[in-house]
T-cell receptor, first 109, second 112 residues
Framework: GQSLEQPSEVTAVEGAIVQINCTYQ??????LSWYQQHDGGAPTFLSY????GLEETGRFSSFLSRSDSYGYLLLQELQMKDSASYFC??????????FGIGTKLQVIP | DVKVTQSSRYLVKRTGEKVFLECVQD?????MFWYRQDPGLGLRLIYF???????EKGDIPEGYSVSREKKERFSLILESASTNQTSMYLC???????????FGPGTRLTVT
């Protein structure tokens, strides 16, 4: 089976940097994805890491260490609009993904 | 612009009713997925399809079935709705060579 762990809630100050960690246990691992979901909205894709290392997309970066079964999402220059839930997801065969329970990020002024 | 649409945003059904949730994508994507989302449980995969008329069980298929007669349409069927199937249902599509999934707006189903 597959299991993922991520913090349930994180609070950070506007303009700061926040890191959301994700650890996983799985068989048949292809990579790690991250999704953002605002309250009442649909999840939207942020990133996918198949290889170890850091991938940067604007203010957001995602990191993967396959040997440690660990990844994180890094959000820089936080804005109020970044308040949302963030899900890590393990990728398997047939482009199937298994989601974590999500981390609710609250950005405060 | 990529689009996944779901037939209803809100739906109220009675216990024992047969319920159809429809999902349509305009992206010509091979893969389609049905999830349910519950507080504290994240998104859980019910069924997915990687081609027309092909389907695979996800992590929680009990009480559900699916139909994919055309590439753009993926239907979720609750054969006999029960109160524990009250949830937010999300449909997604994706390409066969990508892990990026595009989600619809969701259907909030209440079974009374």
């Amino acid at each position: 089976g597959q299991s993922l762990e991520q913090p349930s809630e994180v609070t950070a100050v506007e303009g700061a940097i926040v890191q959301i960690n994700c650890t996983y246990q799985t068989s048949g691992f292809y990579g790690l994805s991250w999704y953002q979901q605002h309250d009442g909205g649909a999840p939207t894709f942020l990133s996918y890491n198949a290889l170890d290392g850091l991938e940067e997309t604007g203010r957001f970066s995602s990191f993967l260490s396959r040997s440690d079964s660990y990844g994180y999402l890094l959000l820089q220059e936080l804005q109020m609009k970044d308040s949302a839930s963030y899900f890590c997801a393990v990728a398997g065969g047939y482009q199937k993904v298994t989601f974590g329970i999500g981390t609710k990020l609250q950005v405060i002024p | 612009d990529v689009k996944v649409t779901q037939s209803s945003r809100y739906l109220v059904k009675r216990t024992g009713e047969k319920v159809f949730l429809e999902c349509v994508q305009d992206m010509d994507h091979e893969n389609m997925f049905w999830y349910r989302q519950d507080p504290g449980l994240g998104l859980r995969l019910i069924y997915f399809s990687y081609d027309v008329k092909m389907k695979e069980k996800g992590d929680i298929p009990e009480g559900y079935s699916v139909s994919r007669e055309k590439k753009e349409r993926f239907s979720l069927i609750l054969e006999s709705a029960s109160t524990n199937q009250t949830s937010m249902y999300l449909c997604a599509g994706g390409q066969s060579n990508s892990y990026e999934q595009y989600f619809g707006p969701g259907t909030r189903l209440t079974v009374t």
